[in-house]
């Protein structure tokens, strides 16, 4: 009984990892290849953004910078931005003002600084 259980539970797990890879070779969900299309894209156009200029970005999300400091994830016309030095209790859906400061290495991001909630 128990190498029937044994044998189940194996066919079982072989398939489900069969499934995870072949969704993982074929790029997965069609959200994915949308986002790898949207990266392409931005690796060949000209950031909306200009550095020192003042603009405004909607809070989308929060990471953690290699230093462990957390930044805001902003977008600006599509274009992402991270924004440094942010408040304590600033939230997703928040509108705030921000300092472009730097590009990343292939001007598909940038680093800003915030200046205040708007």
């Known amino acids: ?3 029937a259980t044994s044998l189940v539970l194996g066919v079982i797990v072989t398939v489900l990892f069969g ?14 290849r949308e986002s790898w299309e949207r990266h392409k894209e931005a690796q060949t156009r000209a950031p909306p953004v200009d550095l020192g200029e003042t603009r405004r970005g909607v809070v989308e999300d929060f ?15 599509g274009f992402v931005v ?4 942010i408040p304590r209790g600033l ?13 990343n290495r292939g001007h598909t991001s940038a680093t800003a600084t915030f200046l205040e909630r708007v």
């Open 1 to 3: 009984m128990l190498g």
């Open 19 to 32: 499934s995870w890879l072949i969704r993982r070779f074929r790029g997965g969900s069609s959200d994915r």
């Open 63 to 77: 990471s953690e910078h290699h230093t462990g400091k957390r930044h805001a994830v902003c977008k600006v016309e």
């Open 82 to 85: 991270f924004v440094e030095d």
């Open 91 to 103: 939230e997703e859906g928040d509108v705030i003002q921000l300092e472009v400061r730097s590009f």
